[in-house]
């Protein structure tokens, strides 16, 4: 006589608990979609904003649809093409060299500080962490890059200045804390050294960490244009960030001088060409990013539970 009420009791939880569940994910799935379009409406501005006319942002301000077409701040920018890929070349050049360099040397470094054998390594470690609360400042850089080490004019002041991050490299060795102490171990009972323990089997076990601070190193490269302005002087070697920023830079003059000298002359849109600067510096940070994703979040889960 019980049966029957168990199994009734027992189909309502089974509704109760599918009830919930959907409207769970009904909650969870419009939050989402709430997000991607809080997310996806900025840059959709942005490109909007690129292809309006100067008059029209000054009065109407931005919008999600052109108000009036135009693509005079592209005119601009790629009046002289050969500058655009060339400077994309040297930002492509400094990103790749500078973020492969940057992930062995934290990886190593990383590999090294989390070795309990070595004396020293907090003693290291707490170099490390000294400088990012002191550092030498501006002057000091630029005497040493272009006094002692001759590298003005140079795409090694691009590189070397951002080879090592601080965070990252505490990042990349809580990433290698994770990794178990007998592999290595059993690789030099078998008369592995540390050189081939690290390239054979640390570095194997760190993509999602090395993905994690190798999309950070390459946001450096790609959007620094700091360095370029201390130590390039040779347009030929201007990275795409600097070449933008002068040229926008150059605009704003022009309008300034006009302006004061009460001159007439043609319009020179700034605030959309500011816009589509960003939109053709943008572009391939968003290519690259669906690849690592994956592993960005991975690394990132992992540093958060062994913080």
């Not at 990383?110 to 490390?128: E, G, I, Q, S, T």
């Amino acid at each position: 006589m019980q049966q029957p009420y168990a199994s009734g009791t027992t189909e309502k939880v089974y509704k109760k608990v599918e009830g919930t569940y959907i409207l769970f994910n009904i909650i969870s799935y419009s939050v989402v979609i709430l997000a991607v379009i809080l997310c996806l409406l900025p840059f959709e501005m942005l490109v909007s904003g690129s292809f309006t006319s100067e008059s029209a942002i000054t009065q109407h301000g931005y919008s999600i649809i052109p108000s009036e077409f135009s693509l005079e701040a592209y005119r601009i920018l790629f009046k002289y093409p050969q500058d655009i890929l060339r400077a994309y070349g040297v930002s492509i050049f400094i990103t790749v060299v500078g973020t492969s360099a940057g992930l062995f040397v934290t990886s190593m470094t990383a590999y090294v500080l989390n070795r309990k054998d070595f004396l020293y390594r907090n003693k290291l470690a707490f170099f490390f962490y000294f400088t990012t609360l002191f550092n030498g400042g501006i002057l000091s850089l630029y005497i040493f890059f272009v006094k002692y080490l001759h590298l003005k004019n140079s795409l090694l002041s691009l590189i070397i200045p951002l080879i090592i991050n601080v965070f990252y490299l505490i990042v990349m060795r809580t990433f290698i804390s994770s990794i178990p102490d007998s592999i290595s171990e059993s690789a030099k009972i078998d008369g592995a050294g540390d050189f081939t323990i690290f390239l054979k089997l640390i570095l194997p076990l760190t993509k999602p960490g090395l993905a994690t601070i190798g999309l950070f190193y390459a946001l450096e490269y790609w959007n620094d244009w700091y360095n370029a302005m201390l130590f390039i002087t040779d347009i030929k070697l201007y990275p795409l960030q600097y070449l933008l920023f002068s040229t926008l830079q150059s605009s704003e003059a022009i309008s300034r001088l006009a302006s004061v000298a009460s001159v007439s002359m043609i319009e020179v849109p700034t605030l959309s060409l500011k816009l589509a600067m960003a939109v053709i510096a943008t572009g391939p940070i968003i290519l690259v990013y669906p690849y690592v994703q994956k592993y960005f979040v991975k690394g990132l889960t992992v540093g958060a539970i062994k913080g």
